[in-house]
């Protein structure tokens, strides 16, 4: 099984919801990312988790909060967005942090904040 | 932080053309991954290069690392419109506790018949 799945594929929350993106491999990975990615734009890294610890949190704000409940799980919270959230959240695991290894992305939620 | 610059941004090319996309670094990379990414879809691992000079090939895909280690290419022979989409690079760093790759700024490549 070579793949990561994210759930949901769309969402569409208000300002004021609180929800969450959620992504899961099942390939014994243990670095998990979540990534950012506007409309023609590159995939922007948020976090990185490696053996279910933060390693990497790239300067984002706090209304977004990572989660990794286990090696398999990687939850990202959602609360207070604005419209300049909205976007395509992608989620991807590696095998390890060691090096710098091949990274498998799910399919990506598409996130509209109204 | 580490600025990426791929050009062209975009190019449309007929099938049957060739195509190539340039990397270029400010600074000296340890390695670099190329991704594609198609319509609607997600990044998709090409490759990686590690070593100064090195060149890789995936049928019809060529991959180079510059010597310096601070650019690299794709290109793609006699493009089919399979080839749609966009390429990234991305070199890959380390912090001590994690890796992290960081994006190019991408190649739309368009091929019609």
């Known amino acids: 099984d070579t793949e990561v799945t994210q759930t949901p594929k769309h969402l569409v929350m208000g300002m004021t919801n609180k929800k969450s993106l959620k992504c899961e491999q099942h390939?014994?990975?243990?670095?998990m990312y979540w990534y950012k990615q506007k409309a023609k734009k590159p995939p922007e890294l948020m976090f990185v988790?490696?053996?279910?610890?933060?390693?990497i949190n790239e300067s984002v704000p706090s209304r977004f909060s990572p989660e990794c409940p286990n090696s398999s799980l990687l939850n990202l919270h959602l609360h207070a967005l604005q419209p300049e959230d909205s976007a395509l959240y992608l989620c991807?695991?590696?095998?390890?942090?060691?090096?710098?290894?091949?990274?498998?992305f799910g399919p990506g939620t598409r996130l509209t904040v109204l | 932080g580490q600025q990426v610059m791929q050009i062209p941004q975009y190019q449309h090319v007929q099938e049957g053309e060739d195509f190539t996309t340039y990397c270029n670094s400010s600074?000296?990379?340890?390695?670099i991954q190329w991704y594609k990414q198609r319509p609607g879809g997600h990044p998709v691992f090409l490759i990686q290069?590690?070593?100064?000079?090195e060149v890789k090939k995936q049928k019809r895909l060529t991959f180079q690392f510059g010597e310096a280690k601070k650019n690299s290419s794709l290109h793609i022979t006699a493009t089919q419109t399979t080839d749609v989409g966009t390429y990234f690079c991305?070199?890959?760093?380390?912090?001590?506790?994690?890796?992290?790759?960081?994006f190019g700024t991408g190649t739309r490549l368009q091929v019609t018949l």
């Open positions: 991807a695991s590696s095998l390890w942090t060691a090096s710098t290894d091949t990274q498998y």
């Open positions: 390939m014994g990975h243990r670095a």
């Open positions: 988790y490696s053996y279910e610890k933060l390693s």
């Open positions: 600074t000296t990379l340890s390695n």
């Open positions: 290069l590690v070593k100064s000079g």
């Open positions: 991305a070199p890959g760093d380390h912090t001590g506790t994690a890796s992290k790759l960081t």
